[in-house]
């Protein structure tokens, strides 16, 4: 079966440092997420993609975060400067479609931590 | 504002069933989606609902009323397998992005 493959499974960087979090979506698949999880608390959604452009971001999604299609399977989630409290897991996700019946399938994560 | 509620930890026994609910205040409403995460791992698609009503998957069967705001996730036979988190998601019908709330999830403990 198809699945969201996400790289590096963990990461750890320096506060002040910019990451760089690569996912590859499933290949049919026309939407992309990317949600994030501190330990302990729930999904928390950041932004989706859709048609090589930021579809919708939340609030935690500021400046210091940015999205990238670069290619045709990849997509990257990009940190400029990381703080102590970026510190999660980041979870890639996709969809095949906008419908109501397709799910987000999700990547295994990645642990960022930020020191 | 969008809220959704679950029970924060639940236990139950081998074999046995549980239910588990989920009640939702969101500003849009395209389908409410159950997840299971095991600690450390993606959450992985277990059901989804999008018209009133009881629907089946096996050991997994999920229920929604919209007019109450409210799902449950039914768990038969449990095995001990099935200790985890069980998140409840609601789609937003925003149809250009389709993105999925999540609630805090409930903690799931089977015991023997």
């Known amino acids: 079966e198809p699945e969201v493959t996400q790289t590096p499974s963990h990461q750890v960087t320096q506060m002040g440092q910019e990451v760089i979090l690569r996912c590859v979506p499933i290949?049919?698949?026309?939407?992309f997420y990317w949600y994030r999880q501190i330990l302990g608390q729930k999904v928390e959604f950041l932004v989706s993609?859709?048609?090589?452009?930021?579809?919708?971001k939340s609030e935690i999604f500021d400046d210091q975060f940015s999205v990238e299609r670069p290619d045709g399977s990849n997509f990257t989630l990009k940190i400029r400067s990381t703080k102590l409290e970026d510190s999660a897991m980041y979870f890639c996700?996709?969809?095949?479609?906008?419908?109501?019946?397709?799910?987000?399938?999700f990547g295994n994560g990645t642990r960022l931590t930020v020191t | 504002g969008q809220n959704i509620d679950q029970p924060t930890e639940m236990t139950a026994t081998e074999g046995a069933i549980v239910q588990i609910n989920c009640t939702y205040q969101?500003?849009?409403?395209?389908?409410l989606f159950w997840y299971q995460q095991h600690a450390g791992e993606a959450p992985t698609f277990l059901s989804y609902?999008?018209?009133?009503g009881l629907e089946e998957k096996g050991r997994f069967s999920s229920f929604l009323s919209r007019s109450k705001g409210y799902s449950y996730l039914l768990l038969k036979e449990l095995q001990m397998k099935d200790s985890a988190s069980y998140l409840c998601?609601?789609?937003?019908?925003?149809?250009?992005?389709?993105?999925?709330?999540f609630g805090t999830g409930t903690l799931l403990a089977v015991q023997p």
């Open positions: 996700a996709s969809s095949e479609v906008g419908d109501y019946n397709s799910p987000l399938h």
């Open positions: 998601a609601v789609r937003d019908d925003n149809g250009a992005t389709n993105k999925l709330i």
């Open positions: 969101t500003s849009g409403f395209n389908g």
């Open positions: 290949s049919n698949h026309l939407y």
């Open positions: 609902n999008v018209l009133d």
């Open positions: 993609f859709y048609n090589n452009e930021i579809s919708e």
